[in-house]
């Protein structure tokens, strides 16, 4: 069976919980109460997407390696 590897965001919110957004699909948005259950969230709503974009003949996009980096500003 094929393996679909895509990177996730994984984004702490002020109250708790876990924001998840996929760069290379930003129709992909869930969110977990805890960082695990953020991952499970991450990869059931990833699966769903693969699944239907497959069934329907569409093209999957490529992954997307986003840069990180820290920008300072003096004000």
Do not use: H, K
């Not at 991450?42 to 069934?55: G, M």
């Amino acid at each position: 069976m094929p393996q679909y590897r895509y990177t996730a965001f994984f984004e702490p919110l002020p109250d708790g919980g876990f924001n998840v957004r996929f760069p290379a699909i930003p129709e992909i948005c869930t969110f977990g109460a805890t960082l695990a259950e953020a991952r499970t969230m991450a990869a059931d709503a990833l699966r769903c997407y693969v699944t239907s974009a497959l069934e329907l003949g569409e093209p999957l996009p490529p992954d997307v390696e986003p840069a990180r980096e820290p920008i300072a500003v003096s004000v």
